[in-house]
C-alpha cells in the first residue's frame, strides 16, 4: 500500500446490513478524530470515495485508521424514498452517539 492510498475491503453481510472497511494511510490518520463517528461530509472530505448510503458506525480504538462503514442491503434497490429516510435516521444517529460519547454515557461496539 503507498503512503497515500485507501484501502477499501470487500463488502461482507448480515440479514439486514453490508458492511465494508476502509483503511487510511498513515499520513491521514490524525484527520480523524479519536473519539466520535464521522458525518459523510468529513469522511468524503479525507478522500473516501463509497457509492451512497454509506455511514460511519463505529470506531475501533486500537485502529483508528480503519474505518468501519454499513448501510442497508440492496441500498440502491430500494426506493428513493426509503433511502433518503435510512439517510436522515443515520446521521441523526451519529449525532445522538456523539453526544452521548461526549457525556461518558456512550461506548463504540
Given at each position: 500500500m503507498s503512503e497515500q492510498e485507501i484501502v477499501y475491503s470487500d463488502y461482507y453481510n448480515d440479514d439486514e446490513f453490508e458492511y465494508r472497511h476502509v483503511i487510511l494511510p498513515k499520513d491521514r490518520v490524525h484527520k480523524v478524530p479519536?473519539?466520535?463517528l464521522l458525518h459523510e461530509s468529513e469522511w468524503r472530505g479525507i478522500g473516501v470515495r463509497m457509492s451512497k448510503?454509506?455511514?460511519?458506525?463505529?470506531?475501533?480504538p486500537p485502529e483508528l485508521h480503519i474505518l468501519l462503514f454499513k448501510r442497508l442491503r440492496n441500498f440502491g434497490k430500494l426506493p428513493v424514498h426509503?433511502?433518503?429516510?435510512?439517510?436522515k435516521a443515520s446521521e441523526?444517529?451519529?449525532?445522538c452517539r456523539n453526544i452521548q460519547q461526549?457525556?461518558?454515557?456512550?461506548?463504540w461496539p
Open positions: 479519536k473519539d466520535r448510503g454509506w455511514t460511519h458506525y463505529a470506531i475501533h426509503v433511502q433518503e429516510s435510512f439517510m441523526e444517529s451519529i449525532k461526549e457525556r461518558g454515557k456512550g461506548g
